[in-house]
């Protein structure tokens, strides 16, 4: 399983951005995705998440209204709208996915692109 992610930066306060992670080494059509993220010297925390066939997302209440999850399975990617952006949203931004074996949940993630919300 691999995870890349892409379109982070930095951007104003209202501004927008839209994330990308590029998987391979699976059936990327077959299992879910999520993105989360993780601002300095806090826990690292669930944005949104899709599945597999995209007919179902959900969003941590902090960016609901604000931030679309989408996926594109013939390209193998999912995406991140992120609309209004607040300071408040500036971390690493992680994308993921699970697999889930013998009890045991396992998580694969990418590196990480930095978004940073500031004037």
């Known amino acids: 399983v691999q995870l890349v992610e892409s379109g982070g930066g930095l951007v104003q306060p209202g501004g927008s951005l839209r994330l990308s992670c590029a998987a391979s080494?699976?059936?990327?059509?077959?299992?879910?995705m999520s993105w989360y993220r993780q601002a300095p010297g806090k826990e690292r925390e669930l944005v949104a998440a899709?599945?597999?066939?995209?007919?179902?997302?959900n969003y941590a209440d902090s960016v609901k209204g604000r931030f679309t999850i989408s996926r594109d399975n013939a390209k193998n990617t999912v995406f991140l709208q992120m609309n209004s952006l607040k300071p408040e949203d500036t971390a690493v931004y992680l994308c993921?996915?699970?697999?889930?074996?013998?009890?045991?949940?396992?998580?694969?993630w990418g590196q990480g692109t930095q978004v940073t919300v500031s004037s």
């Open positions: 993921n996915t699970k697999r889930v074996g013998f009890g045991v949940i396992r998580d694969y």
């Open positions: 080494g699976f059936t990327f059509s077959g299992y879910g």
């Open positions: 899709i599945s597999s066939a995209g007919g179902s997302t």
